[in-house]
């Protein structure tokens, strides 16, 4: 992590890092104005709204990266998928090397690999079968695409928070309960792309890792988000479901990494996250190779991670199932290599989720038949 990401997700930096962030502070004073003027643009719909025949929920955050939302995307998505819906997750595709509106995947079949069409999209497409993923920079665009050519009837939007150019149904904001706001203060001085007053958009904010936060921090988030939803928020855990090996087909069993000295190989925005998950299942971390969100692993990343698990004695290389979206092929055959897959584990709050699922999957039904022909 670098001086400046440390300065970011430090409530209270001081020393060379605050000293780091004080040229920045003009640039967050002309971010927040900008920021300030695109919601009034978006309000007063001096910017156009495009509007969709069917449910549209949204999941996204205030920070950048690293709240927890795929976890959160794929749990409405299940909700949705066992309500009867034909859901289609719509996503920028971030890390990808094509920018296009593409699909990956129809329903039926993983279309694209994680270079094409984003390691998160894939991940998704991979773990929800009979679910449609597409991705590109317009969301109204593939809006159209998902209801028209893939008969989806409900539509999630992944990150979609900051994305307005399509109207929702439902917006919900997720906020890692350990690290809400980092330093507090917006980009590029600290992490957040809103000031927290943009949770009055929110119709229910999701806390993940709640396992990871003090109770004093938990009890204030809960008051924020009943302060600005008026409800209380749903609160999950990142909870591990299987070791899996490198071809993600065989799972190995939360078991082995129990006791085992262990490497972790990375590319998140949160990589401390990840290690106090495998802290949890009781390996001992010994070495870790961190890289930057979404980075592409090459040759070379891998033939240094191996030689760093060498020299450190350890037993298994760890990394997320996300970060093993974008590990070359031939990695798959690493004995030493696992992959952790998790799933957000709901600890409170599956009510209100249910009544705002409900709430917006019929605003959107009734939108589509007193639009429709």
């Not at 605050?18 to 003009?26: D, N």
């Not at 004073?29 to 719909?45: E, N, P, S």
């Not at 958009?201 to 938990?218: F, H, I, K, M």
């Not at 106090?276 to 299942?281: A, I, Q």
Request: some cysteine; hydrophobic content about 45%; glycine content about 10%.
């Amino acid at each position: 992590m670098t001086a400046l990401e440390r300065a970011w997700w430090t409530e209270r930096p001081a020393g060379l890092e605050r000293a780091a962030l004080a040229p920045l502070w003009p640039a967050e004073a002309l971010f927040h104005g900008l920021v300030w003027l695109r919601g009034i643009a978006y309000d007063r719909r001096w910017l156009a709204v495009a509007s969709s025949p069917v449910p549209v929920i949204s999941v996204g955050n205030v920070a950048v990266g690293g709240a927890g939302k795929t976890p959160v995307t794929h749990a409405i998505a299940t909700r949705l998928a066992a309500r009867g819906r034909r859901v289609a997750i719509l996503s920028r595709g971030y890390g990808a090397v094509r920018n296009d509106a593409r699909v990956v995947a129809d329903g039926e079949r993983v279309l694209l690999s994680a270079e094409a069409g984003g390691d998160e999209p894939v991940l998704l497409a991979r773990r929800l079968p009979g679910v449609r993923v597409l991705c590109g920079p317009r969301r109204a665009e593939l809006a159209t695409r998902a209801t028209g050519a893939l008969g989806a009837n409900a539509l999630l939007l992944d990150d979609g928070f900051q994305h307005r150019a399509l109207a929702r149904d439902l917006d919900v904001v997720v906020l890692d309960a350990a690290n809400p706001f980092g330093n507090g203060h917006l980009m590029p001085v600290g992490p957040n792309r809103e000031p927290r007053r943009a949770l009055g958009r929110a119709g229910l904010v999701w806390l993940s890792r709640v396992d990871q936060a003090t109770p004093e921090r938990l009890e204030r988030l809960r008051v924020l988000a009943f302060r600005h939803t008026g409800r209380g928020p749903v609160e999950s855990r990142h909870a591990p479901l299987d070791l899996l090996d490198g071809t993600l087909t065989r799972s190995r069993g939360l078991a082995a990494a129990r006791g085992k000295r262990v490497l972790l190989l990375s590319g998140l925005a949160r990589p401390g996250a990840f290690r106090r998950t495998v802290e949890g299942l009781g390996a001992e971390v010994v070495a870790e190779r961190r890289h930057p969100d979404h980075h592409r692993f090459t040759a070379a990343d891998l033939d240094r991670a191996r030689a760093a698990a060498d020299g450190a004695r350890a037993e298994l290389i760890l990394t997320t199932e996300k970060d093993a979206m974008r590990l070359p092929p031939e990695w798959g055959a690493e004995p030493r290599l696992a992959v952790v897959r998790i799933e957000a584990e709901l600890v409170a709050g599956e009510g209100a989720l249910q009544t705002v699922l409900d709430a917006a999957l019929a605003a959107g039904d009734r939108r589509g038949r007193r639009n429709g022909p």
